[in-house]
């Protein structure tokens, strides 16, 4: 079951901590659906007043997408 902080873009249960996360962090998100993780990732930052910026991005040879907190 998820909690409202947490995303599953492919199905699977990925748990951030959130809370440390400051201005200017970033955070990779080893996905294939990276629409889903951008759209849920957006969903908890409106609930957190946060701004965001994603990138789909390939790292380490995997896909996925990197979120920064803007705000």
């Not at 889903?36 to 969903?43: F, R």
Request: one cysteine or more; charged letters at 25%.
């Amino acid at each position: 079951m998820l909690k409202i902080d947490d995303i599953d873009p492919d199905g699977v249960k990925i748990i951030i901590n959130w809370d440390n996360m400051v201005i200017g962090a970033s955070v990779f998100i080893a996905c294939i659906n990276t629409r889903k993780a951008v759209t849920q990732c957006t969903a908890i930052f409106t609930v957190k007043k946060w701004t965001l910026k994603s990138r789909v991005i390939i790292q380490d040879g995997k896909l996925g997408v990197r979120i920064w907190r803007t705000l």
